[in-house]
């Protein structure tokens, strides 16, 4: 047997941290075009898919399915999602008992884990049993998402509305009131630029879990725990609580002097793939701004742009520009919405994306098992323990 030189193991293949640049598979699901700053799913730029009229469910069919879907089509697939959307109450109990507890991530991911335990299909791994769960937690992260921020508010959960649209819903469950046409076309636009980015840290976390054929609902739990994270998902809430610790505009150079001399990165800022603007970030910006001066906190997204300057002014040369999260937790704060809320909203969009990711890769399944390079010892000496 050829001994194996762990060390030569770092020639053979080019190691980069945090797998930079590394390739995972082929997929025609989405495309991050870095250097021009475009997002594509499926051949479609985000921008035509906002301004489309389709809203969230067309951009989830698209993306499930491959195709855009015809007006027949599309009307049955949000027919479908909207009738999957009611929790059972199982779930509504969890959300009752732990809800005001712990962080909205963790209740969200528990309640997918409760998902998984009350289907009794839960095991059978295939394209068809995968779309379904695919289909009913999309229709159902909305409904658990609103749950949890009115249990958190001490007010009852609310039942969905099947007549109303996915985004429309949302809101209104969440709310309790039906939101003005501006606000539910915003938060739609919001679920479907955030729906999908490619192979992103909670995308990779689900398909690698799920890559063992393990069942979806354990995929999509590790999904919820790694979009939860600070440089992931979790970075909107991040940001948002630094506007509302910078407080004043004219406070902005000061903290941002502050955060450089302790090293500090800044929320809402560069990206691993993309070096220009995060084309998310573009659209958010001005909508940003129109929100907040309507609720009367103009001063956040002022401190938004002057906090860009700043950081695009000294870091811009190294490809670091406002990302989604940027603007996104402006917008949501003048909704009303709490701020501990922003990544689950996150999370209601890109289930579509997790979701389709794996469909894409279960027909092609391969374990997913790269190695580290080892760099401990290789032949040091046992002591038994008595004598250590
Ligand atoms: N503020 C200040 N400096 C930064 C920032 C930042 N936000 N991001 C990167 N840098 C610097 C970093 O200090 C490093 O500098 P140097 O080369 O001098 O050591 C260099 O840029 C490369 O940084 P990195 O952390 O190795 O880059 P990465 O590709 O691993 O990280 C990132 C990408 C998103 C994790 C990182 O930019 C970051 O931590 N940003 C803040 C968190 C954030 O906003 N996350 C949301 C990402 S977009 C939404 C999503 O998809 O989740």
């Known amino acids: 047997m050829a001994e194996e030189k762990p060390r030569q193991f770092v020639g053979k293949t080019e190691f980069k941290k945090g797998l930079e640049g590394a390739i995972t598979n082929e997929s025609s699901i989405s495309y991050v075009d870095g250097a021009n700053g475009k997002l594509i799913y ?27 879907p015809t007006k027949a089509q599309l009307g049955a697939f949000s027919k479908d999602l909207a009738g999957r959307r009611a929790i059972p109450q199982e779930v509504k109990d969890l959300i009752i008992m732990i809800g005001s507890r712990t962080h909205p991530m963790n209740t969200l991911r528990t309640a997918v884990s409760v998902l998984g335990c009350l289907n009794t299909k839960e095991f059978e791994v295939n394209v068809e049993n995968d779309l379904d769960i695919a289909m009913s937690l999309t229709a159902q992260f909305p409904t658990v998402a609103a749950a949890i921020q009115r249990v958190r508010n001490g007010q009852s959960i609310l039942d969905p509305d099947p007549s109303l649209g996915h985004s429309e819903d949302f809101m209104r469950m969440m709310t309790g009131e039906a939101a003005d046409p501006r606000t539910a076309e915003v938060m739609d636009m919001a679920l479907i630029i955030h729906a999908e980015h490619g192979m992103n840290a909670s995308t990779f976390s689900a398909m690698v879990t799920n890559s ?29 609580n630094t506007f509302l610790e910078i407080e004043d505009p004219a406070k902005t150079d000061e903290w941002f002097a502050a955060a450089k001399e302790k090293k500090q990165k800044v929320m809402g800022f560069g990206h691993r793939v993309y070096k220009a603007y995060d084309p998310r970030a573009v659209i ?4 940003a701004n129109e929100f907040a001066e309507r609720a009367g906190s103009g001063h956040l997204h002022e401190i938004a742009k ?3 300057a700043l950081v695009v002014a000294d870091l811009g040369g190294k490809g670091i520009f406002p990302n989604v999260d940027f603007f996104s937790g402006v917008i949501y704060n003048a909704m009303g919405i709490d701020t501990d809320m922003f990544t689950p909203i996150f999370a209601v969009a890109r289930i579509a994306g997790w979701s389709a990711r794996i469909l894409e890769y279960l027909p092609e399944n391969r374990l997913f098992r790269p190695r580290a390079v080892y760099v401990g010892d290789l032949e040091s000496n046992y002591t038994p323990i008595d004598q250590r």
């Open 306 to 308: 002057k906090l860009e």
């Open 212 to 240: 063992s054929l393990t069942d979806m609902y354990s995929s999509i739990c590790a999904g919820i725990g790694s979009l939860k994270g600070p440089l992931h998902g979790g970075a909107n809430e991040a940001t948002l």
């Open 284 to 287: 958010f910006d001005p909508i």
């Open 42 to 68: 499926r051949g479609f730029s985000i921008d035509d898919l906002c301004a489309g009229g389709g809203g969230f469910e067309e951009t989830a069919y698209l993306l499930i399915d491959g195709e855009l």
